[in-house]
């Protein structure tokens, strides 16, 4: 290949990783919201099409890397209280905490242990991290069709400061509205975990996928997660995303 056929293929695919980029960029300037609060459903469902039903809370402080969420399970009895603590920063991976009643002690999550199923969801914990643009690289793949929506096809990898249990994701976003349609996340070139975000509301002038659907494509499980009396915006305290708050549970 000619030096000028190989500066024209770098422009090009310079231009294709900054437009890649500015659309993740504008999916998440969308998305912005200082606050969020919702009451949600997960259903488990084995390889063997036995279903499991949990309910959880989920409260979030700030946006997009740079937040602090606790999550905390309400139903069935044997997993009310089971809560997690998450700080999530721009530069690096988050912090982690869960809380156990049983043993009325936190457990810090170590990275090494991200890559793990959340309490027997097919979520791991890196999962339930924020993604911010900054911590990742961006390439144009294409555009395809989810589900019938016309989207653009994103490659995403980590930056060396970001630890993660994926070697890169493929991304999926709706042009109509730049919401998400799908994740895809590879180890190598294995996918082993998909997930699809459905029935798409605006909620308080935000679009928002009401239904996310995670399939463990190692296990053959799926787990699908409902958002229920989602709020954007409401007044939250800094002190509830706290140790301390974690244990007392309020």
Sequence with gaps: ?????????????????QEARQIVEEAQRRSRADSERYQGTLEVIDARGRRNLKRWTYQRLGSHGNSKAIIRFTDPPEVRGVALLILNHPERASDQWMWTPATQRERRIAIQDRSTRFFGTDFSFEDLEERDVNQYEYRMMGEE?????????????????????????????????????????YVGREPVRRANYREVQNVQGIWTPRLIEMHDLRRNSRTLLRLERLEYNVPLKESEFTLQALRRGS
Excluded: D
């Excluded at 096809?153 to 509205?177: D, F, G």
């Excluded at 730049?178 to 996340?185: G, H, K, P, S, V």
């Design 145 to 185: 069709t989810i589900e019938g929506a016309p989207c653009w096809k994103i490659e995403s990898r980590p930056r060396k400061t970001r630890a993660s249990q994926y070697s890169h994701s493929l991304l999926w976003i709706r042009k109509e509205n730049y919401t998400l349609a799908r994740i895809e996340n």
């Design 1 to 17: 290949m000619s030096r000028t056929a190989l500066f024209a293929w770098a422009v090009a695919g310079a231009l294709w990783a």
